[in-house]
């Protein structure tokens, strides 16, 4: 059944850094949850390791494996289900293949968006979970924050699922535990109607940027807060923003 969904050795997978690479032994792509099933009880059988990849954002060596190991492949495991409601409000599930792009487009289009969002788009849901990725909204935890429920396939190969009130130290291990404590295929989300941000942005002196006393307050008085240094020149480009439903009037492009 494994040969179904996989393929012999491959060419040369590269992470989105190019600083990792690796050539696997086999690649198993999952088109449902119980493929992902299928391929650790088989690489347990047969003795090797298994790493999952996605959209390979990750700077780190954490998806290559050596010449044994195999790769498995989520990105197919992306279904986006329809919003649906509880006692704390909206939510959504989602394959662990889903680009946040994807996501965001989907929710935008039903009038719903995430409180946690990362500088870039086009990592997997699945990824951004097990690496709980960071916004910059300091009144928002990490991504893994959003999950409400979260489905995996453990070490012996068994599908199972987890929440805050249903196996909750598996369910904390899991939504941040870099694939080690188990794989994720699918995930309850957290969602809330969409926002506007009024944003300020402007250089500003480093060195007063960096005064703990100016950074507490900026963390304290916006949802959104960042700045970047340029070396040398002693300054920094800091960018506020409050949530507001005031229209738009100007859109960032990049």
């Known amino acids: 059944q494994i040969e179904s969904i996989s393929a012999p050795r491959n060419e040369l997978w590269r992470n989105w850094s190019s600083l990792s690479e690796w050539v696997p032994a086999k690649t198993v792509r999952a088109r449902k949850p119980s493929d992902v099933a299928h391929a650790v009880k088989a690489a347990r059988r047969q003795g090797v390791r298994v790493r999952v990849v996605g959209e390979g954002?990750?700077?780190?060596?954490?998806?290559?494996g050596s010449k044994d190991d195999w790769m498995l492949d989520i990105s197919q495991l992306n279904h986006i289900g329809e919003i649906a409601r509880d006692a704390q409000g909206a939510y959504i599930e989602v394959g662990p293949g889903t680009t946040l792009r994807e996501l965001n487009e989907s929710l935008n289009a039903r009038g719903y968006t995430l409180a946690t969002m990362t500088a870039t788009n086009f990592q997997s849901v699945g990824g951004l979970i097990a690496t709980n990725s960071h916004g910059s909204a300091p009144k928002q935890g990490g991504f893994s924050t959003l999950v409400e429920e979260i489905e995996f396939v453990d070490g012996a190969g068994r599908l199972r699922r987890a929440s805050a009130t249903e196996s909750p130290e598996e369910f904390n291990t899991v939504r941040s535990g870099l694939g080690l404590a188990g794989i994720i295929t699918g995930a309850k989300l957290?969602?809330?109607p969409t926002f506007n941000y009024a944003t300020v942005q402007e250089m500003r002196p480093l060195e007063k940027v960096l005064l703990q006393k100016d950074i507490e307050q900026r963390l304290a008085s916006n949802d959104f807060f960042q700045f970047f240094l340029?070396?040398?020149?002693?300054?920094?480009?800091?960018?506020?923003?409050?949530?507001?439903?005031a229209l738009v009037t100007e859109r960032n492009t990049w």
């Not at 954002?57 to 290559?64: D, G, P, Y």
């Not at 340029?230 to 439903?245: I, N, S």
């Open 57 to 64: 954002k990750s700077f780190s060596e954490i998806t290559s």
């Open 190 to 192: 957290r969602v809330e």
């Open 230 to 245: 340029f070396p040398y020149t002693g300054q920094a480009l800091v960018t506020e923003a409050k949530r507001t439903q």
